[in-house]
């Protein structure tokens, strides 16, 4: 279970993120939405202390993320953002098990943990364990990025717009991963994004953001049908339209 | 030539350990510092700035200005501890190699570790390093081929300035350079550039391997490279340490100036000592001249050849007017046996003093004779004179006493004087009275009547421990008064300078011709 309680992210004057809470229930993967600039990934990062927050706090399972070094936190938090941010100078295993051999992890374990990993995001390791990252693809990279994250089996793992810079067709694989992977594997997850579309597809509930604040908190369905407001209903509106636009497209097409 | 390969091979050597303990000590203090500011952004531009003000420094001048920083460092340091350090030789030359490495690596460093993916830094910090593990997983790792080349300017950068050490008396390639270019033995010069470049290529090529063979991960090749490293550094400090502690004591090291004179006298010196003695003797060839006395007054030298009126003006820093000749050289031995316990050995008999000289030919269609004639003239004939003569002594003294100017005044290679003023490409020189070219081109020596200028007898001092440790050496050394005419002087210099024979030959031609003499 994560929790914001009245979080607030300055600076210089101007709040960022303005007086958050948030409780989220193990298990779930709650999908921050917005669009650029309204303070989602910025109140992600104070999840794992990548920004500290001017006031407020956050509890993990009960207990406050600043009792332990940010280091220690992080390696029991799974993080996983758009930029990848694959270590170019080490194989893909290595930086799958980066976390793991923080840890201390035996080889023979973490070996086992990689491959693991590999068949569970769908890269078959005879062929990737070795390779460096710019031997990889996009998508294989962005896997590689999501194996990396679960390795050490973290019970909190962070989206921050994991599949923002994908094709659609590769978007669309690793979103129906994601889905695959959180009915095997159990974490408590935060997902950024500012596509309607996927914030609908992976969210157990979304929590829509703008200039900092919460607008609405709810699960996709109820969002759907029931936005709370304009904004919320001009969000749900564009993803509607669109399909309406290509299916009469299509229709005309095929007339 | 076996010997003078030899020598090649010797200075060879304090090159390039000379140049490598620089390196290596000067990336142990710029990485580290480069780390450390690179996180200190306030810092950053400080260390920057001033380690930028040192590279625009010339090399020769940090080189100079590290003898009397250690100079004054040594006095206090015998003040407080008891304690002297040597602040000529290998000392100051080291600490001016440091300080010049430091730029390149330091801003490459610096530019390396700010130059890496702000994703890889975020990702480092998101999967749980400690700042520690940042550093040496990611940012060192990935800053190294910027922070490689760091090493490898400086690498090219101190083996070419580890030439300008000589001066400072620490021998270096620069040694034959130096020689060289005084004494116009041109294929020497070469061979010191040719060796001191193929130093640096060497290197520097070495150090492209290592990397090369670090980013393709070829770590046999590495393992090779550092393992060499390793054995020339083992033998470097070895050696070092060896020098340091087991010192030679029966050594008897001569200075000398930069210039051929100085260059015969030294080794006329050493031939007589290490036959007569039993001491062996070390030439420390182009020293400073500033440097001289103060390495002689720490018993870092044990003989140097010098002038009284260099005496009189640059150590005693006297002003005006000089008194007679006589009453000057009372003066200056009183001032270095009496004051600092130093040790006249031998007045050698003839003077090298500046003198303004012209041709004949020119000197009697103008009616010159004297520098007060000269007066006639102010305005409308060029001088040629060497680096230092417009800032000394002798030139205000002869401006104030005769009131004479000249249309223009050109610095140049005190070798290049005396062709110049034969081609008629300058008028008046500013000559050495014992150039062996002021014979060759028949040049007028012009009178000086107002005693404008200091005389300059030619003196052979001994250190404190020299001449009450080695009597003997007081006793050879005496047979060298007044043996050196001024004629004779001019020969052996003409030997040289344009008949192509070595130092060390002149030197011989001299002692054969000293021993036929009653």
Redo the contacts between chains.
Sequence with gaps: MIELKNITKAYGGIKVVNSIDLTIPEGELLVLLGESGCGKTTTLKMI?R?IQPSSGEVKIDGRNNTDM????????IG?C?Q???????MTVADNIA??LQ??NWERSKKKERVIELLELTELDPKVFYHRYPKELSGGQAQRVAVA?ALSARPKVILFDEPFGKLDPLNRSHLQKEIIKIKEKVSFTGVFVTHDMMEALLLGTRIAIMKEGSLIQIDTPKNIFNSPKDDYVASLIRAPKEQMKQLEATLQGRNG | MKEQLLILGSLFYSHLSLSLVALLVGTLISIPLGIWVSHQKKWQNLILGLSGVIQTIPGLALLAIMVPILGTLSDWSEANFNYKFSSIGTLPALLALILYSLLPILRNTVTGIAGIDE??I?????????PK?KLF??EL??AMPVMFAGVRTATIWVIGLATLATPVGAPSLGNIIFSGLQTKNYPLVFAGCIAAALLAIFFDGLMGLLEKSWQKRNWKTLKGILFFFLLLYSFIFYKGAKDIFFKDENKIIIGTKAFTEQYILGDILKIIIEEETPYKVDIRKSLGSNLLFDALRNDQIDIYVTYSGTIWSTVMKEKGLPPSSKALLSKVTKYVENKHNLKVAARLGFENKYAFAMTKKKASKLGIKSIDDLKNFSGDLKLGTDYVFLDRLEWKNIRNLYNIDFQKKIVMDPTLMYESVHENQVDVITAYTSDGRIKKYDLLILEDDKKAIPPYHTMLLLSKRAFTKRPMLLKELKRLNQSISLETMQDLNFLVDEKGKSTKEAAKTFLSNLKKRP
Excluded: C
Aim: glycine share 4%; hydrophobic share 45%.
């Design positions: 794992n990548l070094p940010p280091y220690e936190l992080r390696r029991e993080y953002f930029k990848i941010g694959l270590f170019p100078h980066i976390t923080l840890l990396r | 994703d890889l975020e990702a480092a910090d998101a999967v749980g390093m400690t593990q997983k990611v790792i990935m």
